[in-house]
């Protein structure tokens, strides 16, 4: 059993909609990393959080350490969007484990 | 541009050749970390150095792969005897202690 679990594993959505993408974790961490990977491979951190929300442009952040659990939303969801997004969290050892990410596609 | 790169971003290799891949992490950052990624899943951590040491690898580092960052600059990421199942995508990360990680565009192995 993976230690991070997201889901939906894939989405499709309308632009214009609100979308959530969540993620639950198993043990302690210091740490809980959004990520963002368009198709080719690269890799762009969206968010790095530890407690309460955090947000940039569209983009929200949420966790809550008591439950083990983290969501994204973005608002206003544009095709540009589309891509794989990925929880990952980090221990105090600076180890990082990564969810399987979940595919959004935006469609215009 | 003085993000992570790294070289080369795609490699096609035969079975049981050896193969290096480079990283060049932002010049700051003392952490680097090297990461897999396989089609439909999420990364998987392989090995991170702290400045030229190597502090922890994980167990899917098997005896043919070895990692190097021996002026605590660049790294390179050596894979000896290449076998189907290391196809994958090879990131590289760098940041500061404690900090977030960014990431290099990778590179894709392909072991025919």
């Known amino acids: 059993k993976n230690e991070v679990e997201q889901s939906p594993q894939n989405l499709t959505a309308q632009e214009g909609e609100f979308i959530t993408i969540n993620c639950s974790y198993s043990?302690?961490?210091?740490?809980l990393h959004w990520l963002q990977q368009h198709p080719g491979g690269g890799i762009v951190s969206l968010f790095m959080?530890?407690?309460g929300k955090k947000k940039h442009g569209r983009l929200i952040a949420t966790i809550n350490i008591q439950e083990k659990h983290s969501s994204l939303h973005i608002t206003a969801s544009h095709p540009r969007d589309s891509a794989v997004y990925i929880c990952a969290v980090g221990y105090n050892n600076n180890d990082m484990r990564f969810g399987a990410g979940t595919r959004l596609t935006v469609k215009p | 541009d003085t993000g992570v790169s790294q070289d080369p971003r795609h490699k096609i290799t035969k079975r049981g050749q050896n193969v290096t891949f480079r990283c060049d992490p932002i010049?700051?950052?003392?952490?680097l970390y090297w990461y897999r990624q396989t089609l439909g899943q999420g990364p998987e951590f392989l090995t991170y150095?702290?400045?030229?040491?190597?502090?922890?690898k994980s167990r899917l580092l098997s005896d043919r792969f070895s990692a190097e960052r021996p002026k605590g600059s660049f790294s390179t990421l050596e894979i000896q005897r290449t076998e189907q199942g290391d196809s994958a995508m090879y990131l590289c990360?760098?940041?500061?202690?404690?900090?977030?990680?960014?990431f290099g565009p990778g590179t894709r192995l392909t072991v025919l």
């Open positions: 990360a760098s940041s500061f202690v404690g900090l977030e990680q960014f």
């Open positions: 959080l530890s407690s």
């Open positions: 010049s700051e950052h003392n952490r």
């Open positions: 043990v302690g961490i210091s740490a």
């Open positions: 150095f702290q400045n030229e040491a190597q502090l922890e």
